[in-house]
C-alpha cells in the first residue's frame, strides 16, 4: 500500500517540478546561447543538455520522499505516522443472567523500545470491570479484557460489542486509534493506526543513517573500524586488479601480435569471459579457502580477462599506416612496440580498466557476503542478520559512494593520461 | 651504382575462392637521384601495391628492386612514407614527431633539436613545435608528416596519395610545399595520387599505370614541376601545354575506366 502511494507521490512530484520550473523559466529572460535556437531537439542528441535543475530536484525529491515515508525530523512534511498516546475503547458484556454492563479498556501506545509500566485501572461499578494494557506503535497487544470481570466463567457470559458495535469471535471493528478484533476464545486483540510512514526497521529515517554513520565511524563495527572495513574492501580489488591486469595486458598484447598466441588463447579467453565472476566463488573458496587468497584470485579472474580482451582490441585498433610509418623510419620492433603499440592501445587500456574495476568492486562486495571478517559486504551481510537496517543502508551508499569515487578517478586519470583520445 | 631501379616487377596472389589477382605485371623502371615522379592510374591498376613493394612492406612475386646498388627486402630509413592521414604518432608533440626517426637511432638531443627545429621552420610550423599533432588542422598535420620523414634524411620519398585528404585551397599551397622540399633537398620522390593536376604538377615523370593486371601504360615527361618551382602553380597550370597533355591523359583513363565496366558487363 505504502509503495503504491510512494509511487504516485514520486510520479507526481516529477510531473510537478517540471511544470514548475518551466513556469518559472518562461517568466525569465532565456540566455541565447546556439543550441538554444535549434529547432529540432527531439531526436537530436546534440541538442539535449542535462537540465541542472532537474538533477538537483530530483535528488531533493528522493530525500524528500524517505524522509516524508519515515518520520525524519530534516522534512516539513509527513505522511500520517503511526498512532502514540493514550487511548481508550469500551465493550459490551453480557453475563449468563443476561444482564449487560459496559467496561473500559485504556492503551497506553508508546515508542518501541520505551518501557512503559500499565496503570492499574479502577474497577469501575458493574460486573465487567475496567481494563488497562500497553503496546508498541506498529505491534498489537492481547487484552484478555473479561480477565476481571465478574461470572467470566459461568455459561453464557461473553463479550458483545465494542464501542458499540457488534462483535463475534473471528471479527474486527475499528475504534477511534486502532482495530479491535476477537479471537476465538474471545479475547480481545488491538492494533493501534499504523499510519503510513515505515517501520524503522524497514526503512530508517536519513538522519537515523547519518547517526550510525557517525557512530559506526567512531566506535566501529563488528571489531574493525569501519575505515578497516571499508579499506579492507579497496585493498582487495586493487590487488586483485593490479595482478588481473599485470597477466591480463602482456597477454593481451601476445594475443594481437601473435597468431599462434592468439589461436592458443582465444578459445579460453573467449569461453571465460562470459563466467560471471559470481559463479566462481564456489570453486574458488573449495580450492583457495574463504580468506584473503581466495578473494584476491576471485577478483583476478574478474579482471583478468577484460584487460586481456582490452590490451587485444588496443593493438588490433592500431591503424597500419602508423606501424608502416614507425618502421620506414627505422624504428625496431621493440621500438615499434614502446612507442606505437602501447601508447596506441591505452584508451582501449582505460576503458577496460574502468570496465574492470567496477565488475572487481561489485565482485568484491558480493565476495564478502559469503565470507568475511571484515569489508564492506560482510558489514552489510552482518547487519541484515540483526535487521539493523540502517547499518545496511549505510553500507548501500558508502559502496555506491566509493563505486562512484573509483570511476570518477579513473577517469581523470584517463583524461590527464590520454588527452589524445577521441580527437585524433 | 646509385639511383632507384625496379626490375620486372610482378606480384601474384592467390585468392581464398581459388581464383588468384595479377597486381602487377612486368613492371620495369629506372629513377635516377634527385628525380620526381607522379604514379597515376585509376583504381585497382596496382599503384599502391608498387608503392608497398618499394617501400618494402610487399614482397613481389617476381623481379626486385635495386636501390643505390642493393636489394630492397624489407622496410628501412632509407625510404620513408609519407601516407594520407593518420600515421602521426598523436600521443606525441610536434616535436617528437618530428625527431621519431633520429630518437630511434639514438641521435643525442642536441643533434636532433637543431634537425627538428630546422625542419620545422622550413615547413612553416616554427610555433607550434610544443603542440599536440591532434590540435593541428588536416594540412599542419601533413607538414608535420613530411618534416617527420625528411628529419630521417632517406634517399627516396615514397608518398601514398599525401595530399588526397585536405581542401583543394590547402591541397594547392601543399603541392608548392612539396616541389619547394624536393628542390631544397635533392631527394627522389615517388609520389602516387588520383588527381591529373597534381601528376602534372608534381612529376618531371609521370606514369600512368593500367589495371587487370597492373602495369606501366604511358610515361611522361613534363617541364611543368620545374616551371612550379620558380612560378606560382596556377599560372603553370594555365601555361603552354598543360590544358592538353591534362586533357590527353584524363580521356586515357576515362578509356580504361571504360573497358573495365564494359569487361565486368560483358562477366556478368
Not at chain 1, 525530523?73 to 503511526?82: D, E, R
Not at chain 1, 465478574?150 to 453464557?156: D, P, V
Not at chain 1, 578473494?295 to 574478474?302: E, H, S
Not at chain 2, 586515357?252 to 573495365?260: L, P, R, V
Amino acid at each position: 500500500m505504502t509503495g503504491y502511494l510512494i509511487l504516485f507521490v514520486y510520479i507526481a512530484l516529477f510531473i510537478g517540478a517540471y511544470t514548475l520550473v518551466q513556469v518559472v523559466r518562461r517568466s525569465r529572460a532565456a540566455t541565447q546561447d546556439f543550441t538554444s535556437l535549434k529547432t529540432v531537439t527531439f531526436g537530436d542528441e546534440s541538442a539535449i543538455r542535462s537540465d541542472r535543475a532537474a538533477s538537483v530536484i530530483s535528488i531533493l525529491v528522493i530525500f524528500l520522499i524517505w524522509g516524508a515515508f519515515t518520520g525524519s525530523k530534516l522534512v516539513p512534511l509527513h505522511v500520517p505516522g503511526p498512532f502514540a498516546g493514550d487511548t481508550s475503547f469500551s465493550y459490551e458484556a453480557v453475563n449468563a443472567a443476561g444482564e449487560t454492563d459496559q467496561a473500559t479498556v485504556s492503551v497506553i501506545v508508546h515508542q518501541v523500545g520505551e518501557d512503559v509500566e500499565a496503570p492499574e485501572a479502577a474497577p469501575g461499578d458493574g460486573f465487567a470491570k475496567d481494563d488497562a494494557a500497553t503496546v508498541a506503535t506498529w505491534r498489537q497487544v492481547l487484552i484478555r479484557a473479561n480477565r476481571n470481570d465478574e461470572g467470566r466463567t459461568e455459561e453464557g457470559f461473553k463479550i458483545t460489542a465494542i464501542d458499540g458495535q457488534p462483535i463475534a469471535p473471528g471479527e474486527k471493528v475499528s475504534v477511534e486509534d486502532g482495530d479491535v478484533s476477537m479471537t476465538a476464545k474471545g479475547s480481545l486483540n488491538f492494533t493501534p493506526h499504523k499510519g503510513l510512514q515505515m517501520e524503522p526497521i524497514w526503512m530508517p529515517s536519513p538522519e537515523a543513517v547519518a547517526y550510525r554513520f557517525v557512530e559506526i565511524a567512531n566506535e566501529g563495527y563488528q571489531n574493525f573500524t569501519l575505515w578497516e572495513h571499508l579499506g579492507w574492501s579497496l585493498i582487495r580489488v586493487v590487488v586483485g586488479f593490479a595482478a588481473g591486469a599485470a597477466l591480463g595486458i602482456p597477454l593481451g598484447y601476445a594475443m594481437g601480435l601473435s597468431g599462434w598466441f592468439r589461436g592458443w588463447f582465444d578459445p579460453i579467453v573467449e569461453f571465460m569471459r562470459p563466467v560471471p565472476p559470481l559463479a566462481l566463488i564456489p570453486l574458488v573458496i573449495i580450492w583457495f579457502g574463504i580468506w584473503e587468497t581466495g578473494k584476491i584470485v576471485l577478483l583476478f579472474l574478474a579482471a583478468l580477462w577484460i584487460m586481456t580482451i582490452a590490451a587485444r582490441a588496443g593493438v588490433s585498433g592500431v591503424n597500419i599506416s602508423k606501424v608502416h610509418a614507425a618502421y620506414s623510419l627505422g624504428a625496431s620492433r621493440w621500438q615499434i612496440l614502446r612507442h606505437v603499440i602501447i601508447p596506441n592501445s591505452l584508451p582501449e587500456i582505460f576503458t577496460g580498466a574502468r570496465v574492470a574495476m567496477g565488475v572487481c568492486w561489485g565482485t568484491v562486495v558480493a565476495a564478502e557476503l559469503v565470507a568475511a571478517q571484515k569489508g564492506a559486504g560482510m558489514m552489510i551481510i552482518a547487519a541484515s542478520k540483526f535487521q539493523l537496517t540502517d547499518i545496511v543502508i549505510m553500507g548501500i551508499v558508502l559502496i555506491g559512494v566509493i563505486g562512484y569515487g573509483i570511476d570518477t578517478l579513473m577517469r581523470m586519470a584517463e583524461k590527464a593520461l590520454v588527452p589524445w583520445k577521441g580527437r585524433f | 651504382m646509385t639511383g632507384l631501379s625496379i626490375e620486372n616487377l610482378s606480384m601474384r596472389f592467390d585468392l581464398p575462392n581459388g581464383g588468384h589477382v595479377q597486381a602487377l605485371k612486368d613492371v620495369s623502371l629506372s629513377l635516377q637521384n634527385g628525380e620526381l615522379l607522379s604514379v597515376l592510374g585509376p583504381s585497382g591498376c596496382g599503384k599502391t601495391t608498387l608503392l608497398n613493394i618499394l617501400a618494402g612492406f610487399l614482397a613481389p612475386t617476381d623481379g626486385r628492386v635495386v636501390l643505390n646498388g642493393h636489394d630492397v627486402k624489407g622496410p628501412d630509413a632509407e625510404r620513408g612514407m609519407v601516407f594520407q592521414k593518420g600515421a602521426l604518432f598523436e600521443w606525441m608533440s610536434v616535436r617528437q614527431n618530428v625527431d621519431f626517426g633520429p630518437r630511434m637511432k639514438g641521435m643525442a638531443k642536441m643533434e636532433r633539436d637543431k634537425i627538428a627545429d630546422h625542419l620545422l621552420e622550413t615547413v612553416g610550423l616554427q610555433d607550434f613545435k610544443e603542440k599536440a599533432v591532434y590540435e593541428l588542422s588536416g594540412g599542419m598535420q601533413q607538414r608535420v608528416a613530411l618534416a617527420r620523414c625528411l628529419a630521417n634524411d632517406p634517399d627516396v620519398i615514397l608518398m601514398d596519395e599525401p595530399l588526397g585528404a585536405l581542401d583543394a585551397l590547402t591541397r594547392e599551397k601543399m603541392q608548392g610545399l612539396v616541389l619547394k622540399l624536393w628542390k631544397e633537398t635533392g631527394k627522389t620522390v615517388i609520389l602516387i595520387t588520383h588527381s591529373v593536376e597534381e601528376a602534372l604538377l608534381l612529376g618531371e615523370r609521370l606514369l600512368v599505370m593500367a589495371p587487370r593486371p597492373g602495369r606501366i601504360h604511358k610515361e611522361y615527361k613534363l617541364p611543368f614541376a620545374e616551371r612550379g618551382v620558380n612560378a606560382d602553380l596556377r599560372d603553370v597550370k594555365k601555361g603552354e601545354g598543360f590544358a592538353e597533355t591534362r586533357d590527353e591523359i584524363l580521356s586515357m583513363i576515362w578509356g580504361m575506366e571504360e573497358e573495365i565496366m564494359g569487361r565486368t558487363e560483358a562477366t556478368q
